[in-house]
């Protein structure tokens, strides 16, 4: 079950990995002074990356806890 924990770590890395790059992403986008519309369709770009980063994260911490339970 050690494989679980694991792979479920490196998943949950990867998650958190996105998630800092949209940060980024986003930071930088508001920092460059865009205008409104070019502003909305940047975040329209990050939204889908996030919503998928934050899946990552919930299922390599659910691999995680399922590893643990089943030790």
Do not use: H, Q
Request: aromatic letters at 4%; proline letters at 1%; a positive charge.
């Amino acid at each position: 079950m050690e494989i679980l924990i694991w792979s479920g770590a490196a998943i949950t890395l990867i998650g958190l990995g996105l998630l800092v790059w949209c940060i980024l992403r986003v930071a930088r986008a508001r920092k460059s002074g865009l205008d409104e519309e070019t502003m909305r369709a940047e975040l329209r770009r990050v939204v889908p990356m996030n919503t998928g980063a934050l899946f990552l994260s919930v299922i390599g911490l659910m691999l995680v806890v399922l590893g643990i339970t089943l030790r």
